[in-house]
């Protein structure tokens, strides 16, 4: 087998396979109808060194965003993404009047107190694969307002009432875009911030505000797991639906990767290292 391995991407042996770096990031939940709560952002798994073996097929698989939550009577939580043996897990649908939120990578956001739905979800999200975990539950209500979906990096209502939690930052990694100020990366879903229609701010990285005034939930941006925002009190108004997943790789850009038909990406190179993001679809890749 030939190859090398990566020390802390900037030295190589040539004893060893190389290793990628790997951002794997689940769909998003769908913000409540009705004033419901916001969506749970998608879990969010990260490796910084997998060591992956020349020859061998692994699966990558991109979660779907959750579709918008369509009544009162309906939670709707996103699909989990897949690398290899890492899983982040789907974030939480927000709640609706009958129902709780989910509990998810990120869990969802209560709606105010009404009927049983008070309870915000808790996050699922555990390391995975050789790789650290992030979520956060659902924020919190005191019966007078809906609250937001958790982020990657903080609680829902956490920077405020009814706002999503804020994404984790991983530019540092990925460069610049890759940022939850950057727009990515597993913000919560706003909500309704009380019992008149005032839509809260979804949490940086791509979580959906909530409609302001009259409406339906704003969604959660693509590709980033963002939760997406409550639709408006009123009976018909529906939650935005959740932001797609997303799965990024970074390597040494000597190694030339193999990508199933199934799947949309793109490659850059810059600085030594290719990075591939994967956008969509289900099929193997191997170098």
């Not at 030939?2 to 770096?21: C, H, I, K, M, N």
């Not at 369509?70 to 899983?87: E, R, Y």
């Not at 974030?91 to 009404?114: E, F, I, K, L």
Request: aromatic share 6%.
């Amino acid at each position: 087998m030939f190859g090398y391995r990566v020390l802390g991407f900037g030295s190589f042996s040539s004893a060893e396979a190389p290793t990628f770096q790997v951002l794997t990031v689940a769909g998003g939940g769908s913000g409540g109808a009705d004033d419901g709560g916001g969506g749970g952002a998608g879990g969010v798994v990260h490796h910084t060194e997998k060591a992956l073996d020349s020859g061998t097929d692994y699966t990558v698989t991109i979660g779907a965003g959750a579709s918008g939550s369509p009544n009162n009577n309906t939670v709707v939580s996103g699909s989990n993404s897949v690398f290899s043996d890492m899983t982040a897990n789907g974030g939480g649908g927000g709640a609706v009047q009958s129902q709780n939120a989910d509990n998810g990578g990120s869990g969802g956001g209560p709606r105010r107190a009404t009927n049983v739905s008070n309870t915000p979800g808790s996050s699922t999200q555990g390391d995975s694969g050789g790789g650290t975990g992030y979520g956060n539950a659902g924020g919190s209500t005191d019966g007078n307002f809906s609250n937001g979906g958790g982020g990657a990096d903080e609680a829902g209502g956490a920077d405020g009432n009814g706002q999503g939690g804020d994404g984790k930052d991983f530019s540092s990694s990925f460069g610049t875009s890759v940022g939850a100020n950057s727009g990515y990366f597993g913000g919560g879903g706003g909500t309704e911030g009380g019992t008149s229609p005032s839509g809260s701010a979804g949490g940086l990285g791509g979580g959906g505000a909530a409609t302001s005034g009259s409406g339906n939930g704003n969604a959660g941006t693509a590709n980033t797991g963002g939760g997406g925002g409550a639709g408006s009190d009123g009976g018909s108004n529906t939650g935005g639906p959740g932001g797609s997943g997303v799965v990024i790789l970074k390597y040494p850009d000597s190694v030339t990767l193999t990508i199933g038909g199934g799947l949309t990406s793109s490659t850059s190179s810059s600085g030594g290292f290719k990075q591939t993001v994967f956008t969509a679809g289900s099929d193997n890749i191997s170098y």
